[in-house]
């Protein structure tokens, strides 16, 4: 069955090569100009390759260990390749971690990257810390977004609350790199002791009164918060990490954005019903309470009909959040990024939105963002829970050095041969 199924691939891609190439020859490109196949003879793949194709596909070890299999009896690899190599494939990075308790984490970070050979230079990464609804996760992500994510620390039974924060930055040894800090606002409050839910002083670099609401949008300027001392100003607890190190969340200040946005909005108007219309699986409550995510938020700012039903004022501080989210929110940092945000808070001042914390770091601490906030972005973050969602079903249960280890000799790429192969998509060391 098996050997049918990779027959019809082949015979598959052979057609879809010839359409290719028959299309290319039509239009006089080629799709990728690194691609040669002068050789007519053919290519026994070797262990390298054979694990660069295993990884392409994603398969498990068992699906592996069967494909190497087929291939060796039917002579299509090269003497090199074992059916063995699969089982143990995870043994090479798992070394590199250890389990306490629920938590599975990096015992030795500089190891690691030795292992996966890439330079160690802790201000080259940041950590990005959340949970999920499976699990909690702090993953190293590379500033620039060049390499693919590296797991640190993942625990099951692990919430989301400072005492586990804390313990899990110790046995990272987060006081040894000092990466800089990347993740949502909860998360934030975590690391830095602050209280949660809805505070006073809820911003960690000014004492910002929330509940001042009359002076939001005409005041800027509040007095700096010198210290973050516990049991003042809503800070209840040790600041684990040092406030300069964090990194202000782009996505969740868009998100931020979106939500003052839709809540301002008529629920009886064209822009709202619109809205309805293009996500109808969503909830009233979510629409109502502006709770979107990434994907959602793209597909809105790329609808023209959404922009038609909107009025004067609406359209006004739509166009200033698109504009504030290419020249600044973005890998874009436009030389005005400080009239388009000032913009915005003028536009969304007349709509009538309410000035959230999120907006407020726009308003008043515009300094305080680094210089690309797209290379810097908490995004490349969430987008591991994804990534990390297929080992940890593959895996089931069993969370540990062996998964750590498996998901690292996954997202690393070691081919050394000569024989050139189309390039694939996949980000990989």
Not at 93 to 105: I, M, P, Q, T
Not at 137 to 164: C, F, R
Not at 284 to 289: F, I, Y
Request: aromatic fraction near 10%; include cysteine; hydrophobic fraction near 35%.
């Amino acid at each position: 069955m098996l050997k049918f199924i990779i027959s019809l691939l082949f015979i598959q891609g052979c057609d879809d090569d010839s359409d290719n190439e028959s299309s290319d020859s039509a239009s006089g490109d080629v799709a990728d100009p690194n691609y040669e196949d002068d050789d007519p003879r053919p290519h026994f793949p070797n262990q390298n390759e054979l694990n660069d194709l295993i990884r392409d596909l994603g398969l498990p070890k068992s699906g592996a260990e069967l494909l190497t299999s087929r291939l060796m009896e039917w002579n299509l690899l090269g003497e090199d390749c074992q059916i063995t190599m699969q089982r143990n494939r995870h043994l090479e990075f798992a070394k590199y971690f250890a389990v306490d308790g629920s938590l599975c984490f990096c015992s030795d970070v500089n190891g690691l990257f030795h292992a996966i050979g890439i330079e160690d230079d802790s201000s080259g990464w940041r950590l990005f810390i959340d949970s999920s609804t499976r699990s909690l996760k702090a993953v190293l992500l590379h500033n620039g977004n060049i390499y693919p994510s590296i797991p640190v620390a993942h625990s099951t039974q692990m919430k989301e609350d400072y005492d586990n924060v804390r313990n899990l930055l110790e046995h990272i040894d987060y006081n040894k790199y000092r990466w800089d800090i990347c993740g949502d606002f909860k998360m934030i409050g975590f690391l830095l002791g602050l209280q949660g839910g809805f505070t006073k002083y809820s911003c960690f670099l000014c004492l910002w009164n929330s509940r001042a609401a009359s002076e939001h949008y005409n005041r800027a300027e509040w007095p700096a918060r010198e210290t973050l001392e516990p049991g003042s100003h809503n800070v209840v607890r040790e600041a684990l990490v040092d406030r300069s190190k964090v990194l202000l969340p782009p996505l969740h200040i868009k998100l931020g954005l979106i939500k003052q946005f839709v809540t301002a909005l008529d629920p009886g108007g064209e822009t709202y019903q619109q809205i309805r219309i293009m996500f109808p699986k969503l909830t009233e409550a979510k629409v109502s309470g502006g709770i979107f995510v990434g994907p959602q938020v793209r597909k809105m700012l790329a609808s023209e009909t959404l922009e038609k039903t909107m009025s004067g004022l609406e359209m006004q501080a739509w166009k200033s959040f698109r504009a504030v989210v290419n020249g600044f929110l973005g890998n874009n940092k436009e030389p005005n990024y400080k009239e388009l945000v000032s913009n915005l808070i003028k536009a969304y001042q007349k709509m009538g939105c309410r000035m959230s914390l999120k907006m407020h770091y726009l308003h008043s601490h515009i300094d305080f963002f680094h210089g690309n906030l797209g290379s810097t972005s908490e995004e490349h973050g969430e987008r591991f829970h994804q990534d990390i969602m297929r080992m940890e079903q593959r895996y089931q249960g069993h969370w540990d050095t062996a998964m750590m280890g498996d998901y690292i000799w996954s997202i690393v790429r070691r081919d050394g041969s000569g024989h050139k192969r189309k390039c694939c998509s996949s980000q990989h060391f």
